[in-house]
Each structure stands twice: as C-alpha cells, then as structure tokens.
C-alpha cells in the first residue's frame, strides 16, 4: 500500500478555520442587516408620530401625582425625579421582602420536615395551594379584596392602641431618635465593634487552648453593656413613637400605605412557598450517611445540623434561592396592578400621553436589570463564603 | 470484636429464621391508631403543644373558609359573568369552535391517558375521584343554568372516557402516531378558533385567551429557545455573546414591563404598515420571554449529556447538524421533560400578567372588572377566587402530573 507523503490541500470552504469564520461573519451580517432594518423603522415610526427620540423629557414637569413616595416628590417635580421615586419604591418592596421571605420560607421548609405529622401536612398544604395560585392574582386579590375592604381611616381598626390598620394605611409603632442620638449611634457601633473583635478572640482561644469559647455570651453581653452605658451618658437618647389617629390623620409612628402593605405581603407569602421547597430539597439531598455519621460523632440533633446539614445544604440551595430572590425583585412589578409607583407603574404614568415609550421603558429595563445584577453579585459572594468555609 | 447491642439483635434473626419478623423491620408493624398519634402528634411536650397550636390554628381557617364559602358569600356575581370568565367576549354563535377544540382536547387526554399504565384503583384514589367528581358536578349544577351547557360538558367527559378506553385496548401502538397528534392539535386548535371566518384575536377573552396564550407561547418559543441554547454553548464567539446576552437580557427584565413594552413601543421597531393587535404583540412578548428561559432548560439539558457522546459522534465522523439531531438532542431534550412542564405552569400562570397592560379580557382582567358593575359592589374576593381557584386547579393538577412523568422518564437514571 502506498502511503501519500503529502495530503492533497484542503479546499477552502472545506477548511475548518475558515469555515467558523465565515460562519460567524455571516451571523454579524444578519445581525447588522436586522439592525439597520429596525432604526430604519424606528426613524421613521418615531418622525411620522412626531415623536422623539432623546431624553430631553426626563426635566420635562411630570405632571402626575404619587400618594406613597419614599423621597420627597410633587406632581411639579421633573420626571427623572419620578423615576427616582419609582426606583426607590422597588427597592424599598424588594429589600424588605427579601429579608421577610427568607424568614417565613426558612420556617416552612423546616415545618416541611417536622417529625410532626400535622406541622409537615400543613406547611405542605400552604406551598401546594400558594406555589399554583399566579401570583398576580394573589397580588389583586391582598389589595382588593383585604385591604380595600377595611375600614375607613375615620374608623380605623386600633390594636392595643399601638397600631391602626384603615383601608388607606397601616401604621405602626416605631422609635424615634431623640437629642444625642447621634452620640448613642456611634457608641452602638463601638460597642459591635468591640463585640467582634471579642468574638474573634474567644474563638482564637478555643482553638489554641481547646477551652470553651461562649462566645455568644462574651460579645453579647460586651455589646449590652456598651449600649446600656451609652444610653445613659447621651441622655434617653431613643423613644418610643406610638401612632395617634387625629380626624382623619395619623401621627407618629410609621406608615405603610395600603398599597405598598399590599404587595409587600403578597410577594412574601409567594416567595416564601418556593424558597420552602428550595430549603426542603436542599437539606433532603444530603445524604443519609451524613446524618449518621454526625450521629456517630455524638452530636446533639441541633449541633448535626449546625455543623454537618446546613453547612451542606446551603451551598446547594443558595444559587436556587438566588433566583427566588430576583424572582421576587421582578415580581415588584406587579405594583403595576394596584397603583403602587414602583419602576414600572412610574414609568407606565411617565409614557402615557407623552410618547417617549421606547426611551422611557429601555431605561426601566435597564435598571431592572442593574437590580439584577447587584443581587446575583451579592449573592455569589455568599456563595463563595459559604462553599469556602470549612475547606481548608 | 465486641458489637454495638443493636447490631446483635441483627445477627441473633440472620442465625435464627424461625424468629420473629419485627426484628429485621421494625417500622413494618402496622401501629396501633393510637400509637400512630402519639409518635407523630404528640412525641414531646414540645410537639404535642405544636400539635395543639396548630390544630387549633387550622380549624379556625378552615371553619372562616367554609362559613364564607358555605354562609357568607354572595356567589351572584360569578353565576352572572360566568361565561365571561371562561371566553370573554367571544361571540355565542361562534361558541361552537371553542367546543370542538375541548372535545379534541378531551379525546386526545382521554387516549393519551388510555396508553399509560393503569394505576390500581386504591380505596384511596376511589375516595379522591369521587370527592373531586362529586364537588365539581355539585358546583357546575349550582352556577351552569343553561342546561345546553351542561350537556355539552358531559359530552367532553364521556369522549374523555371513552378515548381513554379506546388507549387502553390499542395500547402501545397508539403511543407515536399520539406525539403527532398532540404536535398538530395545538395549531388546529389555533388555527379553528381564528381561521375560516372565525373570531379575531381581540375578541377572544377569559380563560379562554389564558389558555392559547400559554400555548401559543410554549409552542413557538421551542424552536427557539433551542437555537439560542445551541447558541450559547457554540464555540463560535459572536453567535455565543449574542446568545447569551440576548437570554440575559429577557431573564433579568420583569414579564410585566416586556408585556408593557410589547404593547406600548414595539411597534416603533416594526415596518411601517404593519399594525398588529394588541393581544399579538403581548403574544410575542410571551414568546421572546419564554425562549430565554427554555433556552436556559435546554442547555441544562445539554450539559447532562457526557463528553464522550460529543466525542464518539465526531470519531464517527459526523457533522454537527447530524451529531445534534442523532445523538445529542435525543438524550439532552429527554432530560429536560420535567422542567419543560414546570415551565409551562409557571408560562401558564404568568398569562395572568396580561393585566398588567390593562387592555386586555384575560380572565383577571374580567375578574377585576365585574365588581365594577353597581349590583355587585364589594365583591371582590367573591369575583378572584373563582379565578385563582382556577389557575390553581389546572396548575396543581399539572404539577401532580409532572411528578408522575418525573418518575416515569427515570431523571438521571440511564
């Protein structure tokens, strides 16, 4: 058999390298060609409704009232001021029901595993009937058919005459900084301070010397002690403020609007259904082993999942509950149905009768998608943190 | 070598046959209802006051849902806008079309079911069918007063039966030619409420609209959402940054402000001339979103398959056209089956969305809508939860579906 000492060169369009190269100029040519297609369109959509297509309107006066404002705002104020309210209105839902949805998620998941047959049968009932009901409906129906339906203001329900719930507001209790607040601050972050330092030093101390750190009670009580002392020295320098109805107003206290309540507790109940899923699965899918082993060891049922489950399980369930929380973050759009200005209800007022609908909803998109990003950044640096611990 | 005790009472039943069977399982021994209580309702002091807590809890919810359901509630305004709720203002002499698109529907269901293997008829599942058919004839004959309606409904019932029958008998044979049917029914579907002189998109409303979104929705964003996913892990670099800046984008954006932008300035980027419903444009909406998240399963899809599959279709020469179709895909869309449905709930739920737009008479628009009307003012939560029930009762069921075709496909198991 004879061997062919040199191949016959390759043709061109056979030709890997050049192939892929095509390929992909091709692609960018199609690309390109839709591009130009589109402002072409736009040019002229825009020229024929004789709209434009800068971003001169943002000073323009925005011209419609907002009732729940987080900052400072009138119907006068230009539009960005609008977008601001709108953006912090979002993150105010957002932020908060992050923190409450974690909470209420964590304890379904763990009601989910109780060896309590009705405390598991519940929980499981809770994510069946939340986790299959859109969450816009539940969203209309906390505003319409719950907060509406309360009374109102003038005959606001009172509870221990704390807080007063009406069909416009909630308010509740909240504190208040007196004179030399300022001062009882900064002795309170001393005071952290000093704690984590000695939280360092005790745990520092039990790994050297094998001594019991009680590293709670060290800094707790360190922490206590300084913000007893700075208390004292400012002067009362923190009150309780407790809300009063007047007429037809409230004073004191904070003051949640129906809408923001509305939407706030929707979400929470929502998210918190899934994220319980995400704790359930997440802790199921350790595998037996671990639990007998941490047995084994002679750990207590508290310190097994202290220190083997949970360490585990969340770095399995942390990029889950990452997309819950941005679910979550997206679903404040849904204050859209209920009057609350947040990002898109904001930006739904700034283009009707205005027509600047493309500039106007690119942007909100724009600065979903900063949210987004901010949040998935956060937390995987959790996630980091968390699968590093422990693996020395 | 010494044993843990427990480990001995294990040898002594292994050295000893004839001894009692409790030792080897002991969790078999059926408990005593009593003993049943006490270790799962009241094991501690700290258990048994959950227990309490929550039993008590519970029944104080469920007496106030069944004293509403039952006592307070004034269901008029459902018996009113029924038909509103299910198809809107789709006009009654066209009705005809959205019947036999639930009659196809219910034949094929009824086959499709037939093929399965049969589940034994347990006392409990006897117990269930009969509460969950008891409830909903009780509840039809209740709000249905026309009678022509009702019959038509039996008629779907019986076709449902009796196709899951005609399954049954043909077995196996049927299973192919069923895919193919599905596939062609969800166009027909389409294609019958619109075509031959039928009723233009803007009338079609309710539940009714929900539904062929959703559809609409999953069936054109497939082929795409797979060309993004191959994009995406393609090694050609501009193909794989659009791809994922594209599926990024949809991803971190709310539906609601995609629908709002579908519907308020998509337009602008369209050809002159070309003016498109409103109910199309949030059709479109629904399918770019869609594509990006089936892009993102059927990567995740992709990801299941082993190296070596890649590696073994190129040693045999073939193509990539012809290595995707032959060896990758098959085994990369088998896994992604589960999360293809979940995906579809969730697509079918967010239809509810459309609200947000507030043009549209999606079924929560016309929920919305009916206690605008003088004579029912203040029935809101009569006017929602028939909607939400019914959201919730087509995405449950769906949901225990899945679980069940989860475990058939054998995820990760082959």
Do not use: C
């Not at chain 1, 209105?89 to 009601?111: D, S």
């Not at chain 1, 704790?279 to 999942?305: C, M, N, T, W, Y």
């Not at chain 2, 990369?332 to 969305?353: E, G, V």
């Amino acid at each position: 058999m004879e061997v062919v000492a040199t191949p016959p060169r390759t043709p061109l369009w056979r030709n890997v390298r050049f192939r892929r190269v095509l390929g992909q100029v091709l692609f960018m040519v199609l690309v390109l060609f839709l591009v130009r297609e589109v402002s072409f369109n736009l040019q002229f959509n825009t020229a024929a409704r004789r709209q434009g297509l800068g971003f001169g309107f943002l000073d323009s006066q925005a011209g419609f009232a907002i009732s729940d404002t987080p900052i400072e705002y009138s119907s006068t104020n230009p539009v960005s001021r609008a977008f601001q309210v709108g953006f912090w209105n979002t993150i105010r839902v957002a932020g908060l029901g992050i923190v409450l949805t974690t909470i209420l998620g964590l304890l379904l998941g763990i009601a989910r595993l109780s060896p309590n047959w009705l405390v598991r049968k519940l929980s499981q009932g809770y994510v069946d009937l939340i986790r299959n009901t859109p969450v816009a409906v539940q969203v209309v129906f906390w505003w319409s058919a719950i907060f509406l339906a309360l009374p109102r203001i003038q005959e606001s329900v009172s509870i221990f005459d704390v807080a007063y719930v009406s069909n416009r507001s909630t308010v509740l209790p909240w504190f208040r900084l007196e004179e030399g607040g300022g001062i009882w601050m900064l002795s309170l972050a001393a005071g952290l301070l000093g704690a984590a330092l000695l939280w360092r030093w005790r745990s520092h101390v039990n790994e050297r010397t094998g001594e019991p750190h009680h590293r709670v009670l060290w800094s707790t009580s360190a922490l206590l002690a300084v913000a007893a002392l700075g208390f004292f020295v400012s002067g009362t320098p923190m009150e309780a403020d407790v809300p009063d109805l007047l007429g037809r107003n409230y004073l004191g206290g904070v003051r949640l609007s129906s809408e923001f309540a509305a939407l706030l507790i929707a979400l929470v109940i929502y998210t918190a259904a899934f994220i319980a899923e995400i704790v359930r699965g997440s802790i199921q899918a350790i595998s037996r082993g671990q639990h007998e082993a941490a047995e084994a060891l002679g750990l207590r049922r508290g310190q097994q999942l202290r220190f083997v489950i949970l360490p585990q399980a969340l770095r399995i369930a942390i990029p889950a509950i990452n997309s819950q929380y941005l679910n979550l973050m997206k679903n404040s759009s849904l204050g859209v149905l209920i009057g609350f200005y947040e990002l898109t209800r904001v930006s739904k007022s700034i283009i009707t009768g205005r027509g600047n609908n493309l500039q106007v909803l690119l942007m909100t998109m724009g600065v979903y998608l900063a949210i987004s990003l901010t949040i998935s950044l956060f937390m995987n640096l959790i996630n980091r943190a968390v699968t590093t611990r422990g693996v020395r | 070598m010494k044993r843990p005790a427990s480990e001995e009472g294990y040898e002594l039943t292994l050295g000893e046959p004839e001894g009692p069977a409790a030792q080897v399982a002991p969790e078999a021994v059926p408990a005593t209802p009593g003993e049943w209580v006490r270790k799962n309702l009241f094991s501690s002091f700290w258990s048994g006051m959950l227990t309490v807590v929550t039993a008590l809890l519970a029944a104080w919810i469920l007496a106030k849902a069944i004293g509403f359901v039952f006592v307070d509630a004034d269901w008029s305004v459902l018996k009113a806008n029924l038909r509103v709720y299910m198809v809107g203002r789709f006009p009654l002499e066209e009705m005809w079309r959205v019947w036999t698109d639930v009659y196809v529907i219910a034949l094929l269901a009824g086959l499709s079911r037939g093929v399965q293997p049969a589940m034994p008829w347990t006392l409990r599942r006897v117990v269930r069918w009969a509460l969950i058919l008891g409830v909903a004839v009780a509840v039809l004959l209740y709000l249905v007063e026309s009678s022509r309606v009702l019959i038509m409904l039996a008629a779907a019932v019986a076709l449902m039966v009796a196709g899951a029958a005609i399954g049954r008998r043909l077995g196996r044979v049927l299973r192919k030619p069923l895919i193919f049917a599905w596939i062609l029914a969800f166009p027909f579907v389409v294609i019958l409420l619109r075509g031959f002189g039928g009723v233009k998109p803007e009338n079609w409303g309710g539940f009714l609209l929900n539904v062929i979104v959703a559809v609409v929705a999953i069936f054109v964003s497939f082929p795409i959402g797979l060309l993004l996913a191959l994009g995406r892990r393609s090694t050609l670099p501009v193909v794989r940054t659009f791809s994922v800046g594209f599926i990024e984008f949809i991803r971190g954006v709310p539906l609601v402000t995609l629908l709002i932008f579908g519907v308020f300035a998509f337009e602008l980027l369209l050809p002159p001339g070309l003016r498109l419903p409103n109910i199309v444009l949030a059709m479109i909406m629904f399918v770019v979103f869609s594509s990006a998240y089936v892009a993102e399963i059927v990567r995740g899809g992709l990801q299941g398959v082993p190296e070596g599959q890649y590696e073994a279709s190129r040693a045999l020469g073939l193509r990539y056209p012809r290595m995707m179709r032959s060896i990758v895909l098959p085994q990369a869309l088998r896994n992604t089956i589960p999360s293809m449905i979940s995906h579809f709930i969730s697509l079918f739920k967010d239809t509810s969305l459309l609200v947000g737009v507030g043009l549209f008479s999606d079924l929560l628009s016309n929920a919305g809508r009916a206690t605008r009307d003088l004579a029912f003012v203040g029935l809101e939560a009569e006017a929602l939860l028939p909607a939400a029930f019914m959201f919730w009762a087509v995405a449950y069921a769906m949901a225990r579906w899945s679980q069940r075709v989860e475990k058939r496909v054998g995820v990760g198991e082959r």
